[in-house]
């Protein structure tokens, strides 16, 4: 893994995007990457670790260059003050799972990874869907999340307002319980979704009757108005839970 200001300034208008051929051919030279290759990048919400820049390819073979991007899209600045530590990554045979083990072994995190883009010049498209990436991870999380793992929710990172208005429409009369009450009902929706739609299993996790479960569930079909049998209505819920989980505010 590689840094310093030289580094820095020939992944910069990379990594900005809409650089030119000749540019792109440029900074290839001085880096030492191909122009064409498995790359993906990397954006970080906190410091990037000492041991992450240290020199060489990885266990995996990738290599590793890293940057700080400034700027981004309005949502990227909002939720991340100031420049971001961002990485160009030529992927070694495992791709950008390994990538992202790489980075949670190192204690990394908030992060998001991009998908694989094929040439140096795709890198500013890929900073921007890795900045995507990590604004779908919890607050104070130490995710690192690839993005194409976290499709609907980047797709509701991505349209703030839509999301406001998602939350608003299908939690509404959630939202107006207390704390304490909300909380209990959003657990259970999680552990039951995560139990794969069991009600059994999510009591064991929960440590309540599977008579408990039942009945918060039917609780929250009602404050809602939507049913859990109802494929597009359970989607409806899932999306709201995702907003929900990304907000600032404990559920």
């Given at each position: 893994m590689r840094r310093g200001t030289r580094y820095g300034a020939l992944l910069g208008p990379l990594l900005a995007?809409?650089?030119?051929?000749?540019?792109v051919t440029r900074a290839a030279r001085g880096l030492g990457l191909p122009e064409r290759g498995r790359y993906a990048v990397v954006v970080l919400g906190t410091p990037v670790p000492d041991a992450a820049v240290a020199e060489g390819p990885d266990v995996d073979g990738a290599r590793w260059w890293w940057g700080t991007a400034e700027g981004g899209s309005p949502g990227e600045v909002e939720a991340r003050e100031g420049g971001r530590e961002v990485?160009?990554?030529?992927?070694?045979?495992?791709?950008?799972?390994?990538?992202?083990?790489?980075?949670?072994?190192l204690g990394a995190g908030p992060g998001g990874v991009s998908p694989v883009v094929g040439s140096l010049a795709e890198l500013g498209a890929a900073r921007r869907l890795a900045g995507t990436a990590l604004l779908t991870c919890e607050p104070g999380?130490?995710?690192?999340?690839?993005?194409?793992?976290?499709?609907?929710?980047?797709?509701?990172?991505?349209?703030?307002?839509?999301?406001?208005?998602?939350?608003a429409e299908v939690f509404g009369p959630l939202l107006t319980l207390v704390p304490a009450?909300?909380?209990?009902?959003?657990?259970?929706?999680?552990?039951?979704?995560?139990?794969?739609?069991?009600?059994?299993?999510a009591a064991a996790r929960l440590g309540c009757h599977r008579n408990t479960v039942f009945n918060r569930l039917r609780r929250l079909?009602?404050?809602?108005?939507?049913?859990?049998?109802?494929?597009?209505?359970?989607?409806?819920?899932?999306?709201?839970?995702?907003?929900?989980?990304?907000?600032?505010?404990p559920p």
């Amino acid at each position: 893994m590689r840094r310093g200001t030289r580094y820095g300034a020939l992944l910069g208008p990379l990594l900005a995007g809409g650089a030119t051929p000749d540019l792109v051919t440029r900074a290839a030279r001085g880096l030492g990457l191909p122009e064409r290759g498995r790359y993906a990048v990397v954006v970080l919400g906190t410091p990037v670790p000492d041991a992450a820049v240290a020199e060489g390819p990885d266990v995996d073979g990738a290599r590793w260059w890293w940057g700080t991007a400034e700027g981004g899209s309005p949502g990227e600045v909002e939720a991340r003050e100031g420049g971001r530590e961002v990485a160009v990554v030529l992927l070694g045979p495992a791709g950008p799972a390994r990538a992202a083990a790489r980075l949670r072994e190192l204690g990394a995190g908030p992060g998001g990874v991009s998908p694989v883009v094929g040439s140096l010049a795709e890198l500013g498209a890929a900073r921007r869907l890795a900045g995507t990436a990590l604004l779908t991870c919890e607050p104070g999380s130490r995710e690192i999340v690839r993005l194409d793992e976290r499709l609907p929710a980047a797709l509701l990172v991505s349209r703030p307002e839509l999301s406001t208005r998602l939350l608003a429409e299908v939690f509404g009369p959630l939202l107006t319980l207390v704390p304490a009450e909300r909380s209990l009902l959003v657990e259970t929706l999680e552990a039951w979704l995560e139990c794969g739609g069991s009600v059994g299993r999510a009591a064991a996790r929960l440590g309540c009757h599977r008579n408990t479960v039942f009945n918060r569930l039917r609780r929250l079909e009602r404050l809602t108005a939507r049913s859990l049998s109802r494929p597009r209505e359970l989607v409806d819920l899932v999306l709201a839970l995702d907003v929900l989980r990304l907000s600032s505010a404990p559920p």
